[in-house]
């Protein structure tokens, strides 16, 4: 057993110091009827890594990986270019196996990494202050719906039709259990954002309104409008952002009077990962909402010889310290997400981001054209940055799987993210980085062309 | 050597990725194309690869040193489960893809899942929750949810005054009063009282087992009947379950919802604090009410997502939501499932009696020199309490664990439980070998007898870590979380 | 220019510090008509990341990956599996990028390392003292031989006809250029090796005799035997070992009588890669030999405080410092290459090695029994670890390339190994380790049942 | 933390890996099973982690800080070459595979060969030299090849008396005879002296350029062409290529041979000693000369091995022979390919103008405080030659090179080249950015300024690395080259 480095011998030499006759004598507050005898049923012995890796190998072998195909898939999850460096920073193992940073005269290392982390979402957001990240963009949206609960003292939640459905199905969730009240609704197919009628839903019993920028449609709604809506009803504006790399292109959500605001940072640094683990990003625009906010802070101090150092700080919030009066249910982060995100975006730079952004709209434009000149393919959007939907002479639901059979993911369809919702059956997302080619879209084109021929 | 802030070094002009200059093409932002500056430091590559290299030094880290954090479980992480994590058809697949192009990663989650329940006795598991506290809070959900469906609105939960914070804050979150039971002189739940405090108001009791004195509760069994017998569910908190994993199932004891923290017994990296993953295995009762996404093997082997969609379909319409996006935390589903089979049955029983072995060969190594407050109630299970009894006037736990830091070591848990007076709890875990555990006793031996002889350097240590000790008090004062440029100020 | 840390701003900086106009001034000395005046035709400008490792991995497809077939081949570089935890420690930057430890305040990481290897290849060779690597297998062979001639002072070499025919011709290449007199010969297709008529070969005038154990054809030579008729003629044994798996199951050379025993290390840690880097090890029996050994030494010695510390040592050997008197061409060695092998060695232990090797000898003997029993293949070995000969009714070079196309790589054919020598034409060395699985033995068996029916 | 040595903490029972326990089977060893204990520890896979770990943390690296080793050319080492180099199609390929199934690692070869080719002007390369030493004889191999193909028995070599010490060590070694040739004032080969002693009994001269000293050897192609008047070859020694690479052509200024280190120019890791790569880059005389074996592409883009049976086909009968087993270091190839198209055309020549900026950045700097023996000989190539000139009777160059550690810094190359007396060889690459020089620069000063001032502190020095001074002079007198059991002695 390769992971266990106690020999026979030393076991029994161990036993001899405790005092102790076997093993089992260890085990005698367990009652005897509960103790297995033997190894634990139906789990086979143990096995070599040459095996497992094997068994492993298998498994993996049985997906269609995203690079083997023609690949357009987005809502939430985006397929970038991740340079080499990233993972040879975090598979450091004083990165990779350190614990969570509470003794800070030995953790300096991932404290300043999340200091720079932080100070790096702030601006990308145009906020005064992140945190040092949440579980993923879903659960910190539901996080910001609560926070906005605690600072406006009010339960009523006005979330925007175009929010990405999972999301708006866990703040559903967890709503249940602390009595808000959610108003939704799904997305109308229109080339714009239906920012008015979003506006009319907010009234003075509104603790925020949530609204996804660009939307899960691709749209970019006028953040500021509703914003402006928002405040003079004495309700936040929570910006849920699901795609950073737009950030690089378009306005931050900060800069146009969102209060809160989140999002899921998977396409910088992590990865696909099947859906996890991922990276939620937390930030508020206004310094005096910091004591409300959820999940992890560093900050800035100094040492007893008066060298800067870092801590975690204002953990009063924190449940592990407050028990039941925490302002939150998080404890854990994503710490080694946090630290990819923040070498990536060290990588890129702002000139990089700048690029990647343009580079991602500018072959985007191109598959719209191109798809929008397939007989039977719409184009709904009239803005987006690198996804857009189609709206396709068909239930677009069953095509998707069927172009799985020529290598080609066409993208996610509304009906897979709306099951319930027959008027979307129709529409596809398509999401388009700097890792798709010239030639993938027209592969895509020509087996749609095919397909709706 | 000191590391300067990225932002200090880094320039927006310089990058460290080779992207084309923008070109024109299209433009449809809508009118929000972004026009002032974002503030993004780059670096080159080379100066990326020194400014993290040089980070990273200043860490402590399980690859290190033994890191003695009771309750925490900070294991060997195995190096084939990052390379298993990284096969293109797990860390290159989309989880919004067709369901017939991603089986294997299904087959993932659900053989995991069997093994899950297979451990733990139990019926069946959520697998969405991202870290333990989290899969606390679908723990209790899915009680609330089960109340809710017969009816029966309850309001209180109890919690033993041991139980770790993030207990009663879930507790609390999903809307119960928490109220407290009392331990007993041995460290263990007082039965009793427990039983005197059951009612028609009490939905359950969230239990630690392995408690978080180290010691076994015994009377678990009669704890989870009595519970029943007044209507209420038992949750149990599995970050201890590594001392008991492969040697009792949790099931066999009542257990109704228990968090298995991935990265703690089943070794996934903490990676300086996550990402976890805290799937929940739960009893039949409660299995109905477990959230959206899962997976389900039909006969025929065929492993199929179920969500919202097709819920009826494999008779889950009971479920209480949806606690994620997506599928949960597929990378640590493939680290642990390459854990548990390079255990497999007979490893991971050996893992459970190492672990207690390991905890306590320290706990009768030290008790002559350190207060053992429960060192008479038995043995320990896979972590060792001792308590600052005998410590000189003016020395504290802190200032122990800290000096624990210059000789090598980072900090044992401290200060919890909270039953036990300056509580040490040390969990060296079944990675470590003896020669470690003997050299670790020594270094705590020395510290221990420093502090019981009033030795003042203490105070002030550590000496030789990168940083002396950090003024948290002025970090928490004066607020500065983001980097601002020195002439902003 | 992702490696290059200068901007303009800091490049018209440092050029106004020195005091030069421009770039070019600085290439003053380089005669204008040399000078290219822009970027070197032919080769394309800087590309992305993403665009290289595309380009890579396309190349790289057009590969048959022995992971992808049934796998067969030896012949001095074998597959076995390599635990990932090797490849984790060389990535870590402090060995990776390293330089040679000449500066042994700040190099004791890779020097401890380095003794512990050199301590570790002492002892599976069963030898006194063993050097800090070479560049392979074949170069250390012609080390050795020319250490011989400095230590006995002759000059005639013979080499057992069953060396590996690179390595022979390694050797008559060199020694083409220092007059060393080569006797060496091409194996005949017999059960066990001939001893007798290699002994026969050794005369006064011999300087060493070189023998391969286990022998190309995969026979265990009687080593003790050559070493007792060697040392009476006054000349040295070279044994050549080029599977050190091997020396788990059997007698070590050094235990035999072997005088330098070298060999080829790739199969503890480092991996088949297309035939390099790999690791030449290099050892001698006899303490007294140490300074006529090529190659880096690293010994044991104390610091300035009296601690424990290594450094380089008996440099005086070496071109670096000797110039034109060095005792050998040597000058780098394969560092990283050799901390795979320790690595992998540490994790093996003498327990992991045994168990290693034992199950490589019983898959072997599993398939060479498999193989006996097909019609038209006949086992020639009396003998053997992991790999065998058997002789097969037809052109052996000839059935390999046709089994390709099962992805069947069947073993390496003598033809290919000694292309002048028809009389070996039908014969095919296969290698079985533990990678190998009951079900590649059973897939290469059908397919010469078939390709021979 | 000191870490102790594997053999004080293995045991021969203890594994990190599991396989299965021997079984029956055949036993066909012949009888020679081994009887004998081998005496190899073993580490589970926690121990053998956290042993290599802590002993790499007493290293320092390229990844840790600048590396200012003149003729080293210790540069960043890029993360995608490591990724490439992995590529399963690259690692787990046989070198005796049939060649149809190999055909993409040989084009590798074969356009990492035509880029060397088309980089330094030159007509063929071989490819399998291991390493730069390895790749110098294969050059003057060659050249003594081609005098004996045309009956021309020379016994000469002319070597500069600046050359590296590994240049006389090839020519001896190849059966030749060395001569010096001397340096003028300025620090560059005197051609006339060269002119000189030029004549039949002469093979060839072997030069450096860049030189050691750092310069440009400006009568490069009147040194060649005098060589090859008097029917001798020309060598080049490569290892300062990085100086020039995309600006000058070796093959315009008359070279027959030059060796690249892939490691150096190239990028490929060192490795704390290897591996490296040293293809030879051949003239039109020289080419049919190069060992076996190659690749060559046809004109129908295939890509063919050319080994002994075959080299007639390829119209290379004459090569002298085979300098090692199978292909060369494919995975230095890879890494080597990988870093050229990455720089392509103008990245190259941005190298080069960038290293040659950076070295006399650091000359100019200096040379108020240091004596820079050539400072007045123009701008220096890609480093700074300073000498002990000016330093307090006692301390040397050895001191001020040790006491740079404890300024965080790798030592510069010391007295070498040995023209100067004292010499410190400074080379910092174009992968250091302005402020990591700034920073060398200031160093750098404030221990010159001591050295000046006679600060004798400097002689013990370092103070704070891993280890102090070792006695190397222990080392070399009672050798300890392997570990004994302490109760062998």
């Given amino acids: 057993m390769r992971y266990l480095p106690l020999t026979d011998t030393d076991r029994l030499a161990m036993l001899a110091r405790i005092g102790a006759p076997d093993i089992d004598a260890l085990f005698a507050d367990v009652p005897e009827e509960a103790r297995l005898s033997g190894p634990i049923p139906g789990l086979p012995m143990h096995a070599s890594e040459m095996a497992v890796e094997k068994h492993m190998r298998q498994l993996s072998k049985k997906n269609l990986a995203a690079a083997d195909a023609a690949f357009f898939l987005g809502a939430g999850a985006y397929r970038h270019h991740v340079p080499a460096t990233v993972d040879h920073i975090i598979q450091r193992g004083e990165f990779l196996t350190a614990y969570t940073p509470y003794q800070p005269e030995i953790a300096q290392g991932t404290l300043q990494m999340l200091f720079e982390f932080q100070s790096q979402v702030a601006r990308l957001y145009g906020c005064a202050v992140a945190n040092a990240s949440m579980y993923d963009g879903s659960t910190a949206c539901w996080e910001a719906v609560a926070m906005a609960g605690r600072v406006t003292k009010r339960k009523r939640v006005v979330l925007s039709g175009a929010l990405h459905p999972h999301y708006a199905e866990v703040v559903r969730t967890m709503a249940k259990f602390t009595e808000d009240e959610i108003a939704g609704a799904s997305p109308a197919l229109q080339s714009q954002p239906d920012n008015a009628g979003l506006i009319a839903r907010i009234d003075d019993q509104t603790s925020c309104v949530v609204v996804q920028y660009p939307d899960i449609l691709g749209r970019i709604p006028d953040l500021a409008e509703i914003a402006e809506a928002a405040h003079a009803k004495g309700a936040l504006l929570i910006a849920v952002n699901t795609e950073p790399v737009a950030l690089g292109a378009i306005k931050s959500p900060g800069e146009l009077g969102a209060d809160i605001v989140v999002g899921e940072g998977q396409s910088i640094g992590v990865g696909l990962q099947f859906g996890g683990p991922y990276l939620g990003l937390f930030a508020v625009r206004d310094p005096k909402h910091v004591r409300q906010m959820p999940g992890r802070l560093c900050g800035e101090t100094v040492d007893a010889e008066g060298k800067r150092g870092f801590v975690l700080t204002l953990s009063t919030r924190e449940q592990h310290i407050r028990r039941e009066k925490a302002t939150s249910n998080i404890c854990t982060n994503s710490g080694l997400c946090a630290l990819a995100f923040s070498v990536h975006m060290t990588l890129l730079g702002e000139k990089g981001l700048r690029q990647l952004a343009a580079e991602n709209h500018r072959l985007a434009c191109a598959a719209a054209d191109r798809l929008a000149k397939v007989p039977g393919v719409k184009l709904l959007n009239d803005s987006f940055f690198n996804e857009f939907t189609v709206?396709?002479?068909?239930?677009?639901?069953?095509?998707?799987?069927?172009?799985?059979?020529?290598?080609?993911?066409?993208?996610?369809?509304?009906?897979?993210?709306?099951?319930?919702?027959?008027?979307?059956?129709?529409?596809?997302?398509?999401?388009v980085t700097e890792t798709t080619t010239e030639e993938d879209i027209e592969t895509l084109a020509s087996a749609l062309e095919e397909v709706l021929a | 050597l000191e590391e300067p802030l990225l932002?200090?070094?880094?320039?927006?002009e310089t990058t460290g990725v080779d992207l084309p200059e923008p070109q024109g093409g299209g433009n449809r932002l809508g009118g929000f194309e972004r026009t002032?500056?974002?503030?993004?430091?780059?670096?080159?590559?080379?100066?990326?690869?020194?400014?993290?290299?040089?980070?990273?030094?200043?860490?402590?880290?399980?690859?290190?040193?033994?890191?003695?954090?009771?309750?925490c479980t900070m294991k060997h992480n195995p190096r084939l489960n990052e390379k298993v994590a990284r096969m293109p058809g797990f860390a290159d697949v989309h989880p919004l893809q067709p369901v017939d192009t991603v089986r294997g990663a299904l087959e993932v989650i659900n053989e995991l899942a069997f093994w899950l329940i297979d451990l733990t006795g139990m019926h069946g598991v959520a697998m969405s929750p991202k870290a333990g506290a989290h899969g606390e809070l679908c723990g209790i959900l899915c009680i609330r949810a089960a109340l809710e469906a017969r009816g029966d609105a309850r309001e209180v939960i109890l919690v033993p005054e041991s139980a770790h914070g993030t207990n009663p804050a879930t507790a609390a979150f999903a809307g119960y009063r928490v109220e407290n039971i009392p331990a007993n002189s041995d460290g263990r739940v007082d039965l009793e009282a427990l039983k005197a405090r059951l009612g028609p108001d009490v939905a359950g009791v969230m239990i630690t087992n392995p408690n978080t004195c180290g010691l076994f509760e015994r009377d678990m069994k009669a704890i989870s009947d009595a519970v029943?017998?007044?209507?209420?569910?038992?949750?149990?908190?599995?970050?201890?379950?590594?001392?008991?994993?492969?040697?009792?199932?949790?099931?066999?004891?009542?257990?109704?919802?228990?968090?298995?923290?991935?990265?703690?017994?089943?070794?996934?990296?903490?990676?300086?604090?996550?990402?976890?993953?805290?799937?929940?295995?739960?009893?039949?009762?409660?299995?109905?009410?477990?959230?959206?996404?899962?997976?389900?093997?039909t006969a025929d082997g065929v492993v199929h997502l179920v969500e919202e969609e097709n819920a009826a379909e494999f008779d889950h319409t009971r479920a209480f939501g949806r606690m994620t996006a997506f599928h949960g935390q597929m990378g640590m589903f493939t680290r642990a499932l390459a854990y548990i089979l390079s255990h497999g049955a007979d490893g991971l029983k050996?893992?459970?009696?190492?672990?207690?072995?390991?905890?306590?060969?320290?706990?009768?190594?030290?008790?002559?020199?350190?207060?053992?407050?429960?060192?008479?109630?038995?043995?320990?299970?896979?972590?060792?309490?001792?308590?600052?009894?005998?410590?000189?006037?003016?020395?504290?736990?802190?200032?122990?664990?800290?000096?624990?830091?210059?000789?090598?070591y980072h900090p044992m848990t401290m200060y919890f439980p909270l039953v036990v007076h300056g509580a040490m709890l040390v969990e060296p875990t079944e990675t470590e070998s003896k020669a470690a555990l003997d050299q670790f006793i020594t270094a705590l031996r020395s510290v221990a007898e420093r502090a019981k002889a009033g030795d003042e350097t203490l105070k002030t240590a550590p000496h030789y870590a990168p940083r002396r000790r950090l003024d948290e008090t002025l970090a928490a004062r004066k607020p500065v979380l983001a980097f601002t440029e020195p002439d902003d100020i």
Same sequence: chains 1, 3.
């Fill in chain 2, 350 to 408: 050996q893992v459970a009696e190492d672990a207690v072995l390991n905890a306590n060969y320290i706990l009768r190594s030290l008790e002559d020199v350190l207060d053992a407050p429960f060192g008479h109630s038995g043995p320990c299970m896979h972590e060792a309490l001792f308590s600052d009894k005998g410590f000189a006037e003016g020395l504290s736990t802190l200032d122990l664990a800290k000096a624990m830091i210059d000789e090598g």
């Fill in chain 2, 7 to 12: 932002f200090e070094i880094g320039h927006s």
């Fill in chain 1, 391 to 431: 709206l396709i002479d068909g239930d677009a639901r069953a095509i998707v799987r069927q172009l799985t059979e020529q290598n080609v993911l066409a993208g996610v369809s509304l009906g897979r993210l709306f099951p319930g919702h027959s008027e979307l059956a129709n529409g596809l997302l398509v999401a």
């Fill in chain 2, 36 to 71: 002032a500056a974002i503030g993004l430091p780059g670096l080159s590559e080379p100066e990326t690869v020194r400014h993290y290299t040089r980070l990273s030094r200043q860490n402590y880290a399980i690859d290190l040193g033994l890191f003695p954090l009771g309750s």
């Fill in chain 2, 228 to 297: 029943h017998a007044a209507g209420g569910f038992v949750y149990c908190d599995g970050a201890n379950f590594n001392a008991i994993v492969g040697k009792v199932r949790p099931g066999d004891l009542g257990v109704d919802a228990m968090h298995i923290n991935l990265h703690k017994t089943f070794s996934t990296p903490h990676g300086g604090g996550g990402p976890g993953s805290g799937p929940v295995v739960l009893s039949e009762a409660l299995a109905p009410f477990g959230p959206l996404p899962f997976t389900a093997r």
